[in-house]
């Protein structure tokens, strides 16, 4: 579980991020797990657009991918999810002290 410190940090990274991972009709799927894992297996701190012809909720698809993933759940705005999950072996970003 993240603390409001290590949030915070993560959204600022993020902020001039990209979106690498698109949710779209077929919604979470194999496919889009697939790409989000090795997203995240790389860079540790992943941005997600749900693009509008994804029928269901934003908060419900980011839940869901999170749950998927194993991975953290750091911020849903509009229709992008931002999700983090260090790497065991060799972490990129380190975390601030709680």
Sequence with gaps: MLSG????????LANTMEPIVQVGKGSVNE???????EALEARELVKVK???NCLDEVSDVAEE????SNSELVQVIGRNVLLYRRHPKKPVIEL???
């Design 5 to 12: 410190k290590e949030k915070r940090y993560l959204r600022s």
């Design 31 to 37: 496919s889009v797990l697939f790409s989000l894992n």
């Design 50 to 52: 749900v693009l509008k």
């Design 65 to 68: 991918l999170a749950a998927q």
């Design 96 to 98: 601030p002290k709680k």
